[in-house]
């Protein structure tokens, strides 16, 4: 029998092109650059010298303003749509060779490199990487602040877990533009009960041609059609901040900028905490903010925001309540990315309600931060006990436990070796 980190490895060889791993074989054929950070995690454990590798390939990617963008266009002959003609990036001054998206996603490289680095000491691949992860979240800070608070907001749902339903509102507000131009690839492969709408796709390509008509770079936010302060990017860009700030002093460089960063974000976040939900609320730029009852609510726990009262509440009244993200006697399997409770949540589509690995691995490294081993244990048991039991997934259904979206997919895999650590 194959154990199951055996299993993991396979799967990171086979969607490994050479330059990079594809998220998933069918689906996502090019390189996104959250996949590879967390892919780079899991070959911390493995082979590190390839994690390396991966982090300096989606680097490859960044603009001259220091931005890491969401997709690199690697030169291949796949089928993927819409692919580099929609973004267009060769037209955008500071645009790299290689073909890219204009945006960007949750920063997770810093903390990849610090995993790596942990496992495998190189300071000679820290000196070459700082430099451009720093200049990366410095773009985030001068292009995305929206209101002085240190938090940055996201100009298109694929900067974060883009079919949530959070987003729907201000999706709602937006012209969805003329039918699809092209035929959409990842409905050749997954069902379309677990992918977003042809209305949800439209909405994002009218996003895109707006951004695509300013080079991707408004004069002001005010000028987005989609504004967004979302907690997941903005917890993960915290603990990026902390981590570049540890990277920095292992080389010797000055790390105030992203100390204070990281302390910044922290205050900011602190004050979403809602004390009748136990979770944290999150908007539009432009409207209120409101527990959305989707799992971002969740995530400053991965930041360590929480104080320890506060922790143990979100964790047994949200994160493992069964009526909301926990498991329950009809839905075994947690952690749900929408609250069972939300009038919005389907157990089948995307961002929409299954469970996701990467998810579950915040929100492990989150009960780790806060103090709650135990619980941390419990999640984390479980999740392996679904891969063990499902594979290698995007997604799983809450109930039946069954594998949504594509197959073998590389961050699952890889987040696995991490969990398995
Ligand atoms: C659009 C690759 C990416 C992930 C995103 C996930 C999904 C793309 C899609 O797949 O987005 O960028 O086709 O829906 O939402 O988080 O990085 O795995």
């Given at each position: 029998m194959v154990s199951l980190a055996d299993r993991a490895v396979e799967v990171l060889r086979r969607n490994d092109t050479g330059s990079f791993v594809k998220?998933?074989?069918?689906?996502?054929?090019f390189q996104w650059n959250w996949d590879s950070a967390l892919v780079a995690i899991g070959f911390a454990w493995v082979d590190p010298a390839r994690g390396r590798a991966e982090v300096r390939s989606l680097l490859r990617?960044?603009?001259?303003?220091?931005m890491v963008p969401h997709i690199v266009f690697h030169p291949q002959d796949v089928q993927y749509s819409p692919g580099p003609e929609l973004w267009d990036s060769a037209r955008c001054p500071g645009a790299p060779a290689l073909p890219t998206s204009g945006i960007t996603q949750p920063p997770v490289v810093a903390t990849a490199v610090r995993t790596l680095h942990e496992a495998d000491p190189d300071l000679r691949f820290l000196e070459e990487i700082v430099p451009a992860v720093d200049a990366w979240h410095r773009w985030l800070h001068e292009e995305r602040s929206p209101d002085g608070t240190g938090l940055v907001a996201i100009l298109h749902p694929w900067e974060s877990a883009d079919n949530a339903p959070r987003f729907d509102a201000a999706l709602a507000?937006?012209?969805?533009?003329?039918?699809?131009s092209f035929t959409r690839t990842d409905r050749q492969h997954a069902e379309d009960a677990e992918r977003p709408t042809d209305l949800d796709y439209r909405r994002y390509i009218a996003i895109v041609e707006h951004l695509r008509l300013h080079h991707y770079r408004l004069s002001s936010i005010e000028e987005a059609l989609f504004a967004y302060i979302d907690l997941c990017f903005n917890a993960v860009l915290t603990v990026a901040e902390s981590d570049l700030a540890w990277l920095c002093g292992e080389i010797g460089a000055d790390s105030e900028r992203a100390r204070t960063a990281a302390a910044r974000l922290r205050a900011a976040l602190r004050e979403r905490w809602d004390e009748g939900a136990a979770a944290y609320r999150e908007g539009d730029v432009r409207g209120e903010q409101t527990v959305t009852g989707t799992v971002a609510d969740l995530f400053p726990l991965y930041a360590g925001v929480p104080d320890e009262r506060q922790a143990r509440r979100l964790f047994e009244e949200s994160l493992w309540s069964p009526e909301r993200f926990g498991p329950s006697?009809?839905?075994?399997?947690?952690?749900?990315?929408?609250?069972?409770?939300?009038?919005?949540?389907?157990?089948?589509?995307y961002w929409r309600g299954p469970v996701w690995i990467n998810v579950n691995w915040f929100l492990v490294r989150g009960l780790e931060r806060c103090g709650l081993a135990a619980e941390a244990d419990g999640l984390r048991g479980l999740t392996l006990e679904l891969v063990e039991r499902s594979g290698f997934s995007e997604y799983y259904h809450p109930s039946t436990g069954a594998p949504l979206g594509s197959g073998d997919f590389s961050w699952s895999a890889a987040l696995t070796l991490d969990l398995l650590h």
């Open positions: 998220p998933g074989p069918l689906v996502y054929p990617g960044r603009w001259a303003d220091g507000r937006i012209d969805s533009g003329d039918p699809l006697k009809e839905a075994p399997w947690a952690v749900t990315t929408v609250a069972k409770s939300s009038r919005d949540f389907d157990a089948c589509r």
